[in-house]
């Protein structure tokens, strides 16, 4: 059975700082993808990322970047120099492509709150 | 485009009423989801249907719930009879399902349900 684990259920920090949000899955498939989505305070959910399970190069848009490692099951997310803006609640997400389609599994989130 | 269109953004009803949530995913889309967003259990996937037909729908709570897509562009969550326990943001997604079946989840901007 998949899981996702947000371990951090609320992470605050001051404008300007890093941050990182944990992830970690569990899947039994070989061909996977793995999602973060970010919902701020309006309520939608944004796609921010998507990689599969043979692409373990991290990925850096701006300030956000990405460290997958399949050895410790882990898809991480960082935010440099955080802004107030990126206040939100932001889930991973894990999808078996052999077992269930399109369907995703979501974590339980992490609140961030950037503080200016 | 325009994007998942839900309705209504905003319900409050009575204990024993009927609730019929609607979704028109992005034109092109094959695969059209529900999920169900609560403090307790997070998002949960209800049903997802691909090219109209529902393909798995062991997330549905019980038996008050029903879901149909009659269209490739139109879909309904009904509940009938409605509990206080359902209420929650339901959100509607949907996906080209690129690679697979597992391409990025649009999500709708959600319909937030309270019961009374």
């Known amino acids: 059975a998949q899981k996702v684990t947000q371990a951090q259920t609320e992470i605050s920090v001051v404008e300007k700082e890093d941050v990182t949000l944990d992830c970690v899955y569990e899947?039994?498939?070989?061909?996977?993808?793995l999602f973060w989505y970010k919902q701020p305070p309006s309520g939608e959910l944004v796609f921010l990322i998507r990689?599969?399970?043979?692409?373990?190069q991290n990925e850096i848009s701006g300030r956000y970047s990405w460290n997958f490692q399949k050895s410790t099951s882990s898809f991480n997310f960082t935010i440099t120099a955080s802004q107030v803006v990126d206040s939100a609640v932001y889930f991973c997400?894990?999808?078996?492509?052999?077992?269930?389609?399109?369907?995703?599994?979501f974590g339980e989130g992490t609140q961030l709150t950037v503080n200016p | 485009d325009a994007g998942v269109i839900q309705s209504p953004r905003h319900e409050v009803t009575e204990m024993g009423q009927e609730v019929t949530l609607r979704c028109k995913p992005i034109s092109g889309h094959d695969y059209l989801f529900w999920y169900r967003q609560t403090m307790m259990r997070g998002l949960e996937l209800l049903i997802y249907?691909?090219?109209?037909?529902?393909?798995?729908d062991s997330g549905m709570p019980e038996d008050r719930f029903s879901a149909k897509m009659p269209n490739a562009s139109f879909s309904t969550l009904k509940i009938q009879p409605s509990e206080p326990r359902d209420s929650a943001v339901y959100f509607c997604?949907?996906?080209?399902?690129?690679?697979?079946?597992?391409?990025?989840?649009?999500f709708g901007e959600g319909s937030r349900l309270t019961v009374l």
């Open positions: 899947t039994r498939d070989t061909t996977y993808y």
């Open positions: 997400a894990l999808s078996e492509e052999e077992t269930s389609g399109s369907r995703l599994t």
């Open positions: 249907f691909n090219n109209n037909v529902p393909i798995d």
């Open positions: 990689r599969n399970s043979f692409d373990e």
């Open positions: 997604a949907s996906s080209d399902g690129l690679a697979g079946g597992t391409g990025e989840l649009f």
